[in-house]
């Protein structure tokens, strides 16, 4: 009697079974990338400008600010433009909002989470923008100070 048939139908078996559940594994897997809030690329032919309006109205749509999109807008048009690699003269303030650069790393560590695919540039819009309606909608625009907005 060939015992080999028997075994090696196991092996086959057990084989055919661990390329499933690793297949099954796979899709969990790459679910697990979570791109983060307001994955808005910009489109060809879109300007910077109309694209960041769009990031802004995308954040506080998921949270809350007073004034809403628009006095975000407004704040945003008044710090940079709505230009995301906006730097002060002296670089001590960063992108869309104007972030102070030696409070960025505590704001973006604060206020974004680490399985969203954010970059920690300050000057990325995407990430500047998450950073700031995200702290405004816990506390408020104080740090923004009175602007006519």
Request: glycine share 10%.
């Amino acid at each position: 009697m060939d015992r080999s048939r028997p075994r090696n139908a196991h092996r086959a078996a057990l084989l055919a079974l661990t390329i499933a559940l690793l297949a099954g594994l796979a899709p969990t897997a790459r679910a697990e990338h979570r791109p983060g809030p307001c994955d808005i690329h910009l489109e060809p032919g879109e300007t910077v400008v109309h694209h960041s309006k769009e990031l802004i109205r995308c954040a506080t749509a998921k949270w809350s600010v007073r004034g809403g999109a628009a006095r975000a807008i407004c704040i945003a048009k008044r710090e940079s433009g709505l230009i995301p690699t906006a730097e002060s003269s002296g670089g001590d303030f960063l992108g869309l909002f104007q972030h102070m650069a030696s409070a960025w790393r505590d704001r973006y560590d604060a206020w974004t989470w680490a399985g969203w695919d954010l970059k920690y540039d300050a000057l990325n819009g995407r990430t500047n923008t998450i950073v700031t309606i995200r702290m405004v909608h816990d506390g408020g625009w104080g740090p923004w100070g009175a602007l006519d907005c």
